[in-house]
């Protein structure tokens, strides 16, 4: 099992020139401050930076613009995330890049799901096997205050892509079906859409051959000279309406590619000039001189910290330019996509038409053959690709055979029960602890059972569940784990015994090389042992002015590479 941890977190804000950096605890880290400091928006921004978005967004933090660095380890590999807007780069110890993308379920997605071992995959609305965002990857190691402690699985937002995706999770994540399952899985569902395929063309083959065979009234081609003439101007007909429709497409194409070929190019305008004036702001602000004279028109401009100032404000306009440009460039590219798609099709229509022109042309001559060398010699040449139709059958019925051999393996009752039982006392143990009266013991006991409450019991009861889980995956998982980020426990108002109880537990059920991050008002008087408590006071305020230089000047060349 893989291990992810992470070890500091950087936020700045350009639009506010506010930053904060967030150190982190290798056992436990605990970010402490009445409602309103913005501990939440902190705690979000983990998962966030790596791709994950959580349901809500707090409208000032949003409107900051914030950008963020996570820097973390998988395992002894030290690796640091930047995210900016909808822009996610991931760069290794010594500062190289390993992908900068804006797609984060095509690409950002897939490589992390490689650095993790995460090999789960589910079937997306057009029946292929993928990867999912990592969103799915860090649902069972988050619990956030919006969503997450209404039922289980659901602190991130946009899960709707795929059906019976928690039952997947949990099996997953648990080990009851590994990596290794969704592998072999994947495979099994390629392997019996080509056998349909292949199926699918054996029948046509097949019903070729019945015509020619066994009609006893059938004479050769029926096909008169002036039908075939016919088909032949309705085909050119299609086929011209056809070259229009994609060359109308081919124009749109252009156009979306002109306008991002120009968008890049103000792009690159935009990071040149903001390297300039940051020079202009360095050479400055080391110039001792209280006027320096333009070197173009000879005004004299006074060098103090207000002019050096609205230099690096010019600077930030500069990158909030690019970074609002990139995703402009996002939308375009998938405009282009969608074009491209529509010529793909086209251009599949356009061919088939082709090739039944060709057909249709050659019918006559198809007509001579078979009238001069019989049925029996056009039978044998249907009879032999009927015969490489069926040995490609039947390699991918073998090949599913042996498959689903491999995959009833992972479905034995002994090792599904085996954590399934290992998470039952789990459960029962904690519900114990959290004083949660008269639950439904059997449909907690089931790991993918419904976990359904109501009243103060209802956040206690999928704590319950939520750590359960968590250590069940602990023990069993063959896949990673990931830090466990609880926001704001203390919901429906409980009282002091139950709040208690509930930081009690998430401190005492650590697993011993977990990691936990706990954001809350009050630890009760719990105390946390080994842990790091960061408290936040300023209301609304968590990034401060006074780390804005620092923490702009460590991600400022980071944010450029993007």
């Known amino acids: 099992m893989k291990r992810l941890s ?18 982190f605890h290798p056992k436990l880290t605990i970010i402490q401050g009445m409602n309103g400091v913005g ?159 292949a199926l699918s063309e054996r029948n046509t083959v097949a019903g070729v051959i019945a015509k020619l065979g066994l009609d006893p009234v059938f004479q050769g081609i029926e096909l008169s000279a002036y039908a075939h003439d016919a088909a032949v101007e309705d085909l050119l007909a299609r086929l011209t309406e056809l070259r229009d429709a994609r060359q109308r497409r081919a124009a749109k194409l252009a156009a979306v590619v002109d306008e991002r070929l120009l968008l890049e190019e103000q792009i690159e305008l935009a990071r040149a000039a903001a390297r300039e004036l940051g020079a202009d702001a360095n050479w400055a602000a080391s110039d001792g001189r209280e006027t320096i004279a333009c070197p173009t028109c000879g005004t004299d401009h006074r060098n103090d910290f207000r002019h050096r100032f609205s230099i690096l404000a010019d600077r930030d306009q500069c990158f909030e330019f690019v970074a609002s440009s990139l995703d402009k460039i996002d939308d375009l590219a998938k405009k282009a996509r969608d074009v491209e798609k529509g010529m793909v099709s086209t251009d599949r229509i356009i061919a088939e038409v082709q090739s039944t022109l060709e057909v249709e042309r050659e019918r006559v001559t198809l007509k001579e053959v078979i009238e001069n060398e019989g049925r029996r010699q056009a039978m044998s040449l249907f009879n032999e690709q009927i015969s490489e139709l069926d040995e490609k059958i039947g390699t991918f019925e073998a090949s599913i055979v042996e498959m689903e051999a491999a995959l009833k393996e992972f479905n034995k009752r002994q090792h599904r029960e085996q954590r399934e039982r290992f998470y039952a006392e789990r459960m029962r143990s904690y519900i114990d602890k959290l004083n949660v009266l008269n639950p439904d013991y059997d449909a907690i006991s089931k790991i993918t059972g419904r976990i359904v409450e109501t009243g103060s019991e209802q956040p206690r009861l999928l704590l319950a569940y939520e750590l359960a889980l968590l250590a069940t995956i602990q023990e069993y998982s063959t896949a990673f784990s990931a830090p466990m980020v609880i926001d704001s426990p203390n919901q429906q108002d409980q009282d ?64 450029e590479t993007l």
């Open 6 to 23: 992470f070890e500091r977190l950087e936020l700045l804000s350009l639009t506010e020139r506010k930053a904060r950096t967030i150190e």
């Open 39 to 197: 501990k939440s928006s902190v705690i979000k921004s983990l998962y966030w930076t790596l791709g994950a978005a959580p349901q809500a967004i707090h409208r000032d933090w949003a409107a900051a613009n914030v950008k963020s660095r996570l820097h973390m380890r998988i395992d002894d590999a030290a690796y640091s995330v930047v995210r900016d807007g909808r822009q996610l780069a991931m760069f290794d110890v010594d500062g190289k890049k390993l992908i900068s993308t804006n797609s984060i379920t095509h690409e950002f997605g897939p490589f992390l799901a490689d650095k993790l071992d995460f090999g789960l995959t589910l079937l997306n609305r057009q029946n292929e096997p993928e990867i999912p965002p990592p969103a799915y990857a860090f649902l069972p190691f988050y619990m956030d205050q919006d969503g997450g402690w209404e039922r289980p699985l659901s602190s991130f937002d946009r899960l709707t892509q795929y059906a019976n995706f928690r039952r997947a999770i949990i099996e997953y994540h648990s080990g009851i079906k590994p990596n290794e399952f969704y592998k072999i899985s994947a495979e099994r569902t390629v392997a019996a859409r080509l056998k349909s395929e």
């Open 496 to 559: 002091d015994r139950n709040a208690r109880s509930m930081l009690s537990l998430i401190i005492d059920s650590r697993h011993p090389k977990g990691q936990t991050i706990l954001g809350t008002v009050s630890m009760h008087g719990i105390d946390p042992g080994d842990a790091s408590v960061i408290e936040f006071t300023d209301k609304r305020s968590v990034l401060q002015n006074s780390e804005f230089e620092v923490v702009s000047g460590s991600l400022r060349p980071v944010l």
